[in-house]
């Protein structure tokens, strides 16, 4: 049963920083494109980023671009979200997802079109305080 895990998540300051992990089991995880979404009440759930299954693409969505690193260990089944100069407007539950079947369509929708997620976490709540 493939199981995703997020955590780091917690309250901070705005400007400050935090560091999300996914830890993923149940599944050939280093095969795997992994994406990070967010949502926030009332909202669509929202692309924030996404990396492919070798670490070689990486797609960042505009609304936090240049402000977050994603990346992934496959030797430890875990996906990673750096956040940095975060903003009030940022606070959200943010998700990680796992795209199994890693069809040219990821790469053609940038990683960003919910649909191509197959599994996903229960979330992990953000709070950016002004």
């Known amino acids: 049963q493939v199981q995703l895990v997020e955590s780091g998540g917690g309250l901070v300051q705005a400007g400050g920083s935090l560091s999300l992990s996914c830890a993923v089991s149940g599944g050939p995880f280093s095969k795997w494109n992994m994406g990070w979404f967010r949502r926030t009440p009332g909202k669509e759930r929202e692309f924030v980023a996404g990396?492919?299954?070798?670490?070689?693409?990486?797609y960042y969505g505009d609304s936090m671009k240049g402000r977050l690193t994603i990346s992934r260990d496959n030797a430890k089944n875990t996906v990673y979200l750096q956040m940095n100069s975060l903003m009030p407007e940022d606070t959200a539950v943010y998700y990680c997802a796992a795209d199994l079947e890693a069809r040219s369509t990821w790469y053609d929708r940038r990683g960003a079109f919910v649909g191509e997620y197959e599994y996903w976490g229960q979330g992990t709540q953000v709070t950016v305080s002004s």
């Open positions: 990396i492919n299954w070798g670490s070689t693409m990486t």
